[in-house]
């Protein structure tokens, strides 16, 4: 079966079809392939269609959860006092006990990789103080990564009246979230056990790509009576990676077939083009007002564009913005943009500095002043 969808792709590689003009995801009723650097879309369906997402909400209460770890207000090793609500919730399950003290780095556990209900809830009390905070920290969240079309109810992504989400913005939450590092550690766990109220429980990936798809390291998987089937998947090859989101599929089965149909076409007809490295880019500015004028300054990433294979001249330009900055500066401070134009779209790369700059007494910066007017020579 795969080696006759690989001699289709090869087939319409050679026939130069662009991914609008077929139907990557048939069984799907809306679907988004992006990459993930610069969110550049290589397949389309219906992706501003409003749905309901089932446990694919879930990515949004793992990002927020990553968030609060990265500003230190919780750790993994907390332990969460379980409520009679997170207890009761109904679904998928790890079982938590109502009284109970369960590890934070378990229900993130449960929540990635067996989509437990319970473990959500209990994760969004903690991390938002309650639910109702929690859902508002949600959508505010949403509207901050730019989801025009989304409204969270909960954190679990069971049926509610007004939750709902669309496979673009889905493909937002997604983006941020991979982020962080320890998000695919979790979702790319095929199985592992977990110790609650004293037992082991056994924890198996809703998303069974992760097994027998060689690549796909997550990302989570849903269902309801009225989402249908949904899956938000990514993989990495050659230095690219990409996400791929189907929704109202009709089986476990279909929303597979298209989640391999979608990458396969993505990675033969796509690639990812260094421009700039940050590792290689080094530039300076002066601020007058810093112990030492002549300030270095890095990209914070590497600069790429995602390239169509079939397309030979691959045409771009870069803009320079520095601001107007003065000291003192804080390590990986912004300083300014760069900004590269390609296929019609502008994406920007933050300019940072790489440490503290401290500001100069008066004194100097006046030293500095007199000897620049003396000299006749104005730095710039």
């Given at each position: 079966?795969?080696?006759?969808f690989?001699c289709l792709?090869?087939?319409?590689?050679?026939?130069?079809?662009k991914?609008?003009?077929i139907?990557?995801?048939?069984?799907?009723k809306s679907?988004?392939?992006?990459?993930t650097t610069?969110g550049?879309i290589?397949?389309?369906k219906?992706?501003?269609?409003?749905?309901s997402?089932?446990s694919?909400?879930k990515m949004m209460t793992l990002?927020?959860?990553?968030?609060?770890l990265?500003?230190?207000n919780?750790k993994?090793?907390d332990?969460?006092?379980?409520?009679?609500?997170?207890?009761?919730?109904g679904?998928?399950q790890i079982f938590?006990e109502?009284?109970?003290?369960v590890k934070?780095?378990t229900l993130?556990?449960g929540i990635g990789?067996?989509?437990a209900?319970?473990?959500?809830?209990?994760?969004?009390?903690?991390?938002?103080?309650?639910l109702?905070?929690?859902?508002?920290?949600?959508?505010?969240?949403a509207?901050?990564l730019?989801?025009?079309n989304t409204?969270?109810?909960?954190?679990h992504g069971l049926d509610?009246?007004?939750?709902?989400t669309t496979?673009y913005?889905?493909s937002l939450v997604?983006r941020e979230?991979?982020k962080y590092?320890?998000?695919?550690k979790i979702t790319?766990?095929?199985?592992?056990y977990?110790?609650?109220?004293g037992?082991?429980?056994?924890?198996?990936?809703?998303?069974?790509l992760i097994?027998?798809y060689?690549?796909?390291d997550?990302?989570?998987t849903?269902y309801t009576?009225?989402?249908?089937?949904c899956l938000?998947?990514?993989?990495?090859?050659?230095?690219?990676r990409?996400?791929?989101?189907?929704m109202g599929?009709?089986s476990?089965?279909?929303r597979n077939?298209?989640?391999?149909?979608?990458?396969?076409?993505?990675f033969?007809?796509?690639?990812s083009?260094?421009?700039i490295?940050k590792?290689?880019?080094?530039?300076?500015?002066i601020i007058?007002n810093a112990?030492n004028?002549?300030?270095k300054y890095?990209?914070?990433?590497?600069?790429?564009?995602?390239v169509n294979?079939n397309?030979?001249?691959?045409?771009?330009?870069?803009?320079?913005?520095?601001?107007?900055?003065k000291a003192?500066?804080?390590k990986n401070?912004?300083v300014?943009n760069?900004?590269?134009?390609y296929d019609?779209?502008t994406?920007n790369?933050?300019?940072i500095?790489?440490e503290d700059i401290?500001?100069?007494?008066y004194?100097?910066?006046f030293?500095?002043l007199l000897s620049d007017?003396i000299s006749?020579?104005?730095?710039?």
């Amino acid at each position: 079966m795969k080696k006759l969808f690989l001699c289709l792709i090869l087939i319409l590689f050679l026939m130069n079809i662009k991914a609008e003009e077929i139907d990557l995801a048939k069984n799907a009723k809306s679907a988004i392939l992006v990459e993930t650097t610069t969110g550049k879309i290589i397949y389309e369906k219906n992706k501003d269609e409003k749905r309901s997402p089932a446990s694919m909400t879930k990515m949004m209460t793992l990002l927020l959860t990553m968030e609060s770890l990265e500003n230190g207000n919780i750790k993994l090793e907390d332990e969460v006092n379980i409520s009679k609500n997170a207890s009761s919730m109904g679904g998928t399950q790890i079982f938590i006990e109502e009284g109970s003290k369960v590890k934070l780095e378990t229900l993130i556990k449960g929540i990635g990789i067996a989509s437990a209900n319970d473990a959500a809830v209990a994760v969004a009390e903690y991390v938002g103080g309650t639910l109702d905070n929690f859902v508002k920290m949600m959508n505010d969240k949403a509207k901050e990564l730019g989801c025009k079309n989304t409204s969270f109810k909960n954190p679990h992504g069971l049926d509610e009246e007004g939750h709902y989400t669309t496979a673009y913005d889905l493909s937002l939450v997604a983006r941020e979230l991979l982020k962080y590092p320890y998000v695919l550690k979790i979702t790319s766990t095929y199985e592992d056990y977990i110790e609650v109220s004293g037992e082991n429980h056994w924890l198996v990936n809703t998303n069974k790509l992760i097994r027998f798809y060689s690549g796909i390291d997550g990302l989570k998987t849903g269902y309801t009576d009225k989402a249908l089937y949904c899956l938000t998947a990514t993989m990495e090859k050659n230095s690219m990676r990409l996400v791929s989101i189907v929704m109202g599929e009709d089986s476990k089965e279909s929303r597979n077939t298209d989640t391999i149909s979608m990458m396969e076409y993505g990675f033969s007809m796509y690639g990812s083009e260094s421009i700039i490295k940050k590792d290689k880019f080094e530039e300076s500015m002066i601020i007058d007002n810093a112990m030492n004028r002549e300030v270095k300054y890095y990209l914070d990433k590497d600069v790429n564009i995602i390239v169509n294979k079939n397309v030979k001249d691959v045409k771009y330009d870069i803009e320079k913005e520095l601001y107007d900055v003065k000291a003192p500066l804080k390590k990986n401070e912004k300083v300014g943009n760069l900004k590269l134009k390609y296929d019609g779209k502008t994406y920007n790369y933050d300019l940072i500095v790489k440490e503290d700059i401290k500001k100069n007494s008066y004194f100097k910066v006046f030293n500095n002043l007199l000897s620049d007017i003396i000299s006749g020579v104005r730095l710039k």
